[in-house]
């Protein structure tokens, strides 16, 4: 693992000296963008449309737009004068029981390990984390900029987790066309849905989920590279579900709850039919009769408007050309 950042942990007045690794790894297949003709990269470069030509990295500063066009400038001295004192430390602030943070505060993990001198700082800690079930709250500073983080034990590990300060979470009240938190539901449905998730309920094990996807997408890039034709995977039928009462049913049914007892088919989506005709209701005309409406035109689709065009042009110079 690569190291990302060196300090220590502030506890009381023991400073634990560590190394810190990031925890966590994305594994998304990523596509370049190549030039369509003749398939070379595209590439990127930083232009300053005012002057007209790529400027290099040396010649770009930061600015911060306090008006539309207008900035202030802000380059390291400036910066390197406000970064607190914290620079190479986690300070730990208070210690409090994981379940009182919610996940929504996550951000990013982080592995600690001990530096040469402080092993024994380091088991000792992480003894009395797990022997009172405690986790710490602290803050770090990390390229310039201060975070609230985590220290909690992963396995025999200690590790740091960043997470949100709270005016960066956004508010619920925020979201649009939530139901009211006191919505009245009906016994009978809440007792199904209930027991449903009583049956799906199992010890978590992340190693069971895997990404379809991405397997899906590296098993095509090979077959690519083989010259092999690439098979398009059928659809899955979907469940033609007549309301929320017979969805819980059959979903019981399918994992094995009370319901399994009574057979209920799942219903996969039929193919499309032609609808039947429906019968005409009788409208309310507020001027002409019966015998005008009937000359006024249907409405036809776009498509069957044009083709009626050309049938009728073709039909009169039928009947032009017709001695």
Same mark, same amino acid.
């Given at each position: 693992?690569?190291?990302?950042?060196? &300090?220590?942990?502030?506890? &009381?007045?023991?400073?634990?000296?560590?190394?810190? !690794?990031?925890?966590?790894?994305?594994?998304?297949?990523? !596509?370049?963008?190549?030039?369509?003709?003749?398939?070379? %990269?595209?590439? =990127?470069?930083?232009?300053?449309?005012?002057?007209?030509?790529?400027?290099?990295?040396?010649?770009? $500063? @930061?600015?911060?737009?306090?008006?539309?066009?207008?900035?202030?400038?802000? *380059?390291?001295?400036?910066?390197? #004068?406000? /970064?607190?004192?914290?620079?190479?430390?986690?300070?730990?602030?208070?210690?409090?029981?994981?379940?009182?943070?919610?996940?929504?505060? !996550?951000?990013?993990? =982080?592995?600690?390990?001990?530096?040469?001198?402080?092993?024994?700082?380091?088991?000792?800690?992480?003894?009395?984390?797990?022997?009172?079930?405690?986790?710490?709250?602290?803050? $770090?500073?990390?390229?310039?900029?201060?975070?609230?983080?985590?220290?909690?034990?992963?396995?025999?590990?200690?590790?740091?987790?960043?997470?949100?300060?709270?005016?960066?979470?956004?508010?619920?009240?925020?979201?649009?066309?939530?139901?009211?938190? *006191?919505?009245?539901?009906?016994?009978?449905?809440?007792?199904? #849905?209930?027991?449903?998730?009583?049956?799906?309920?199992?010890? !978590?094990?992340?190693?069971?989920?895997? *990404?379809?996807? @991405? /397997?899906?997408?590296?098993?095509?890039?090979?077959?690519?590279?083989?010259?092999?034709?690439?098979?398009?995977?059928?659809?899955?039928?979907?469940?033609?579900?007549?309301?929320?009462?017979?969805?819980?049913?059959?979903?019981?049914?399918?994992?094995?709850? #009370?319901?399994?007892?009574?057979?209920?088919?799942?219903?996969?989506?039929?193919?499309?039919?032609?609808?039947? #005709? +429906? %019968?005409?209701?009788?409208?309310?005309?507020?001027?002409?009769?019966?015998?005008?409406?009937?000359?006024?035109?249907?409405?036809?689709?776009?498509?069957?408007?044009?083709?009626?065009?050309? /049938? +009728?042009?073709?039909?009169?110079? +039928?009947?032009?050309?017709?001695?």
């Amino acid at each position: 693992m690569h190291t990302v950042w060196k &300090g220590s942990i502030s506890f &009381g007045l023991v400073n634990i000296p560590i190394r810190m !690794f990031t925890a966590t790894e994305e594994r998304d297949i990523r !596509f370049r963008q190549l030039h369509k003709e003749c398939h070379t %990269p595209i590439k =990127y470069t930083k232009m300053c449309p005012h002057c007209d030509r790529e400027v290099e990295a040396s010649d770009i $500063v @930061r600015g911060f737009e306090y008006e539309k066009g207008h900035f202030v400038i802000i *380059d390291d001295a400036d910066l390197e #004068a406000i /970064t607190p004192d914290t620079r190479r430390a986690i300070e730990i602030l208070d210690f409090v029981d994981l379940k009182e943070i919610d996940p929504v505060y !996550f951000d990013k993990s =982080y592995f600690l390990a001990p530096q040469d001198t402080g092993e024994k700082a380091y088991a000792l800690l992480r003894a009395a984390m797990e022997q009172t079930g405690k986790i710490a709250v602290a803050q $770090v500073t990390m390229r310039n900029r201060q975070s609230l983080a985590v220290v909690r034990l992963y396995e025999h590990c200690i590790m740091l987790e960043t997470i949100f300060y709270p005016d960066e979470v956004r508010s619920v009240q925020k979201v649009p066309a939530l139901p009211e938190a *006191d919505m009245q539901l009906a016994e009978n449905e809440l007792k199904m #849905a209930s027991e449903l998730i009583s049956n799906m309920t199992t010890p !978590f094990d992340p190693a069971k989920y895997t *990404d379809e996807y @991405r /397997t899906q997408l590296q098993a095509m890039i090979e077959k690519k590279l083989e010259g092999k034709e690439i098979a398009t995977s059928p659809a899955a039928p979907r469940a033609n579900v007549i309301d929320l009462m017979q969805a819980l049913k059959e979903s019981l049914a399918a994992t094995g709850g #009370a319901e399994a007892q009574v057979p209920v088919k799942m219903a996969t989506e039929p193919t499309p039919e032609k609808p039947a #005709a +429906k %019968p005409k209701k009788e409208r309310k005309r507020t001027m002409g009769t019966a015998a005008d409406e009937s000359q006024k035109p249907k409405k036809a689709t776009a498509s069957g408007a044009a083709l009626t065009t050309t /049938t +009728k042009t073709l039909r009169r110079k +039928k009947e032009s050309a017709t001695p």
